[in-house]
Nanobody, 119 residues
């Protein structure tokens, strides 16, 4: 059973950098053909795909994002960074293991972590 757990600050000030880490257990982030996605849900809105890192370490992001995703294979975790956040980045953030990038339907999800951007 693959389990994912998000961790990071619950409150970030505008213009700061948000950093969230997803720690994976029960499976390796280097296993072929899996994509490790970051997805968020702003209050009152639907799911939004943010970006992904695949089994080889290749990354994809939304075109207008100030996003980066990295990984630490020794810790079996991957990290999302959003720079210059605004209140519009307030959301519940999820990490998920998916069969492709840009996916919102994924087999395994973390429980989600609330991030609020406010001064």
């Amino acid at each position: 059973q693959v389990e994912l757990q998000e961790s990071g600050p619950g409150l970030v000030k505008p213009s700061q950098t948000l950093s969230l880490t997803c720690t994976v257990s029960g499976g390796s982030i280097t296993t072929n053909n899996y994509y490790w996605n970051w997805i968020r849900q702003p209050p009152g809105k639907g799911l939004e795909w943010i970006g992904a890192i695949d089994y080889s370490g290749s990354t994809e992001y939304t075109p207008s994002s100030s996003t980066s995703i990295s990984r630490d294979t020794s810790k079996n975790e991957f990290t999302l960074r959003l720079t210059s956040v605004t209140p519009e980045d307030t959301a519940v953030y999820y990490c998920a293991r998916c069969d492709q990038a840009m996916a919102l339907v994924c087999e395994y999800w973390g429980q989600g972590t609330q991030v609020t951007v406010s001064s």
